[in-house]
């Protein structure tokens, strides 16, 4: 009885959960959408030589990283990155809300300067360790937060010493943003940049002296706003036809396996829930690459199930008792699922490390389904299997294997 009505809860949770996530709160408004599914900024950046340096290799892939920290600063996951060709840079910004500012962000070469009353640059950005924000006390205004670093600090210090009294301008990009006066030495290598900031302004100008300075000068080449090329209309279709899959596999594990495949269908829903609540909660971009990953990665946890209830027949027709045989089928099939799943799981590594962004989102949705999917197979299937024989109402005929009358 206990047993029964551990699996009548299970159920219910299960339903409940459906339900709310499909009547009361779809998971759809929780997903953040890539590109393709969702549109953005599309932006193209041309790397010249100027004074900043030439133009190398190794300065481009140094501008690249610099704009990754910078993209992903403005709450942006998983931007697409990459050469578009020897000098070009492009990068793509799923669902990006003002253009503007993500191109500023983007492009932007954030060289910061503090110069002494005769023009001469006491110190620049390399000797700033970070930037924050803060609002002034018993003020609405925000003020910039900077830390120095190494040979900052006494730089710093040597200038607010001999400069007391005086102003010390702080300028970005020659344009200066504050010119502060000078009225005791600072010591400990802090300071703050005021200017009537909001906390908007304030934490964009500190995004951008922690991202850095760009090693080369970027010019503007393309820049629109792309609409998605699969929109809302067609992730509802992908949706729809994954559902209708599903649907199938669940048919089929019940028409093949009876209660056992009601046993794993329960248990592959739980693997789905939790393999979503897993993205959702590390704000995974959902692109159709990765939803292909997901589901991929379901059939890797249907074909899990089959080896095992198939190991499973084959003990209890080899004359094996119920519990006996479920347990020496687990243990049966354990190798070769974690061998089909290791195998897996290795090359969504190999595509995570070498791939591109769409790549890269593929790798993540199929792996974590796959590592999830080997403790749903392994753990929660046998789990429910046991609930089932711990009721009494079944023998070998759970698995359709006649009992021998003796």
Same mark, same amino acid.
């Given at each position: 009885?206990?047993?029964?009505? *551990?699996?009548?809860?299970?159920?219910? %949770?299960?339903?409940?959960?459906?339900?709310?996530?499909? %009547?009361?709160?779809?998971?759809?408004?929780? #997903?953040?959408?890539?590109?393709?599914?969702?549109?953005?900024?599309?932006?193209?950046?041309?790397?010249?030589?100027?004074?900043?340096?030439?133009? @190398?290799?190794?300065?481009?892939?140094?501008?690249?990283?610099?704009?990754?920290?910078?993209?992903?600063?403005?709450?942006?996951?998983?931007?697409?990155?990459?050469?578009?060709? /020897?000098?070009?840079?492009?990068?793509?910004?799923?669902?990006? #809300?003002?253009?503007?500012?993500?191109?500023? #962000?983007?492009?932007? !070469?954030?060289?910061?300067?503090?110069?002494?009353?005769?023009? /001469?640059?006491?110190?620049? &950005?390399?000797?700033? /360790?970070?930037?924050?924000?803060?609002?002034?006390?018993?003020?609405?205004?925000?003020?910039?937060?900077?830390?120095?670093?190494?040979?900052?600090?006494?730089?710093?210090?040597?200038?607010?010493?001999?400069?007391?009294?005086?102003?010390?301008?702080?300028?970005?990009?020659?344009?200066?943003?504050?010119?502060?006066?000078?009225?005791?030495?600072?010591?400990?290598?802090?300071?703050?940049?005021?200017?009537?900031?909001?906390?908007?302004?304030?934490?964009?100008?500190?995004?951008?002296?922690?991202?850095?300075?760009?090693?080369?000068?970027?010019? #503007?080449?393309?820049?629109?706003?792309? @609409?998605?090329?699969?929109?809302?209309?067609?992730?509802? /279709?992908?949706?729809?036809?994954?559902?209708?899959?599903?649907?199938?596999?669940?048919?089929?594990?019940?028409?093949?396996?009876?209660?056992?495949?009601?046993? *794993?269908?329960?248990?592959?829903?739980?693997?789905?829930?939790?393999?979503?609540?897993?993205?959702?909660?590390?704000?995974?971009?959902? !692109?159709?690459?990765?939803?292909?990953?997901?589901?991929?990665?379901?059939?890797? %946890?249907?074909?899990?199930?089959?080896?095992?209830?198939?190991?499973?027949?084959?003990?209890?027709?080899?004359?094996?008792?119920?519990?006996?045989?479920?347990?020496?089928?687990?243990?049966?099939?354990?190798?070769?699922?974690?061998?089909?799943?290791?195998?897996?799981?290795?090359?969504?590594?190999?595509?995570?490390?070498?791939? @591109?962004?769409?790549?890269?989102?593929?790798?993540? !949705?199929?792996?974590?389904?796959?590592?999830?999917?080997?403790?749903?197979?392994?753990?929660? !299937?046998?789990?429910?299997?046991?609930?089932?024989?711990?009721?009494?109402?079944? &023998?070998?005929?759970?698995?359709?294997?006649?009992?021998?009358?003796?």
């Amino acid at each position: 009885m206990r047993a029964f009505s *551990a699996l009548l809860a299970i159920v219910i %949770a299960i339903a409940g959960v459906g339900y709310y996530y499909t %009547a009361v709160d779809p998971i759809k408004n929780h #997903m953040q959408l890539g590109l393709d599914l969702r549109g953005g900024a599309h932006m193209v950046y041309e790397a010249v030589p100027s004074e900043l340096g030439d133009v @190398t290799p190794e300065a481009i892939d140094a501008a690249m990283k610099v704009i990754e920290r910078r993209v992903n600063s403005i709450g942006v996951s998983e931007p697409v990155i990459q050469k578009d060709s /020897k000098n070009r840079i492009m990068v793509q910004i799923a669902g990006v #809300m003002d253009l503007e500012q993500a191109r500023e #962000m983007v492009g932007k !070469t954030a060289v910061l300067t503090f110069e002494d009353p005769d023009g /001469k640059v006491v110190l620049d &950005g390399k000797d700033i /360790k970070e930037a924050g924000v803060q609002q002034q006390q018993g003020q609405a205004d925000f003020v910039v937060t900077l830390k120095m670093k190494g040979e900052g600090t006494q730089k710093f210090a040597d200038a607010t010493t001999k400069w007391v009294g005086q102003q010390i301008a702080i300028k970005l990009d020659d344009m200066t943003i504050s010119d502060p006066k000078v009225n005791t030495p600072i010591m400990n290598g802090e300071a703050i940049i005021e200017g009537g900031f909001t906390a908007e302004s304030a934490k964009q100008l500190a995004d951008l002296i922690n991202g850095g300075a760009l090693p080369v000068k970027l010019e #503007m080449r393309e820049n629109r706003i792309v @609409t998605a090329t699969l929109g809302a209309d067609s992730l509802a /279709k992908s949706a729809k036809a994954g559902l209708i899959g599903m649907a199938f596999v669940v048919v089929f594990m019940i028409i093949l396996f009876r209660v056992p495949g009601i046993m *794993a269908d329960i248990a592959l829903t739980v693997y789905a829930m939790l393999t979503l609540g897993f993205l959702l909660a590390i704000n995974a971009v959902f !692109t159709l690459p990765g939803i292909a990953g997901l589901l991929l990665s379901i059939g890797m %946890a249907v074909d899990a199930n089959v080896i095992i209830f198939s190991r499973i027949r084959e003990e209890l027709a080899s004359g094996k008792g119920l519990r006996s045989g479920i347990d020496s089928g687990f243990n049966r099939a354990f190798s070769a699922v974690i061998d089909s799943n290791v195998t897996t799981l290795i090359a969504g590594v190999i595509l995570w490390l070498f791939g @591109t962004s769409s790549v890269k989102g593929f790798a993540l !949705t199929l792996s974590v389904g796959v590592f999830i999917s080997l403790f749903t197979a392994i753990t929660l !299937t046998r789990w429910l299997i046991n609930l089932c024989v711990r009721t009494g109402w079944f &023998g070998k005929n759970l698995f359709g294997i006649k009992e021998v009358s003796r």
